[in-house]
T-cell receptor
Framework: EAGVAQSPRYKIIEKRQSVAFWCNPI?????LYWYQQILGQGPKLLIQ????????DSQLPKDRFSAERLKGVDSTLKIQPAKLEDSAVYLC??????????FGPGTRLTVT | AQRVTQPEKLLSVFKGAPVELKCNYS??????LFWYVQYSRQRLQLLLR??SRESIKGFTADLNKGETSFHLKKPFAQEEDSAMYYC?????????????FGQGTILTVHP
């Protein structure tokens, strides 16, 4: 099966600019996750969708981050405005019915 | 709230030596524990999960609820085992598989 796809793979922006990331999960996977991985740390969950509904966004900085999954398939994560501390790898993952999470290659964001 | 601790950021061993990557967790319920691995220039992938009780690539991990640990072990390390390893916990139930990760351990296996 095709894996989780993410784009872009790399993005460099200046602080206060906005940026959007796209994720296409594995076909049929109802649960989709966005994680933030800061250098030297493990991934941290930002938001979790079940189909097109939000299950958990307790760790999403909602003043600047937003995410949607309108048709229960693809998802976008947006940051507006970006801060220096948002520099990280943003990982998208989807979950099979068996419980295994499959990760995308990630988007490496650098905020200057 | 759940927490996962991997006390070693770096671990170096020689080929053929035993290796143990430590993982401790805190969670009041019955967690599901995982080990994920990320090889150089590859995406994060599942190595093993405690409920399957499998040995993958020679690695095993036993959930010790008394010590709240889920250490990863391999009796004879190989150079291709060099990678970043993450221990992760899922609270189960209505969490829909949300994972809490440790900080990771970089394993280097020298020839």
């Amino acid at each position: 099966e095709a894996g989780v796809a993410q784009s872009p793979r790399y993005k460099i922006i200046e602080k206060r600019q906005s940026v959007a990331f796209w994720c296409n999960p594995i076909s049929g996977h109802a649960t989709l996750y966005w994680y933030q991985q800061i250098l030297g740390q493990g991934p941290k969950l930002l938001i979790q969708f079940q189909n097109n509904g939000v299950v958990d966004d307790s760790q999403l900085p909602k003043d600047r981050f937003s995410a949607e999954r309108l048709k229960g398939v693809d998802s976008t994560l947006k940051i507006q405005p970006a801060k220096l501390e948002d520099s990280a790898v943003y990982l998208c993952a989807s979950r099979s019915q068996g419980g295994e999470q499959y990760f995308g290659p990630g988007t490496r964001l650098t905020v200057t | 709230a759940q927490r996962v601790t991997q006390p070693e950021k770096l671990l170096s061993v020689f080929k053929g030596a035993p290796v143990e990557l430590k993982c401790n967790y805190s969670y009041s319920g019955s967690p599901e524990l995982f080990w994920y691995v990320q090889y150089s220039r590859q995406r994060l992938q599942l190595l093993l999960r405690h409920i399957s009780r499998e040995s993958i690539k020679g690695f095993t991990a036993d959930l010790n609820k008394g010590e709240t640990s889920f250490h990863l072990k391999k009796p004879f390390a190989q150079e291709e085992d060099s990678a970043m390893y993450y221990c992760a916990l899922s609270a189960g139930g209505t969490s829909y598989g949300k994972l809490t990760f440790g900080q990771g351990t970089i394993l280097t296996v020298h020839p």
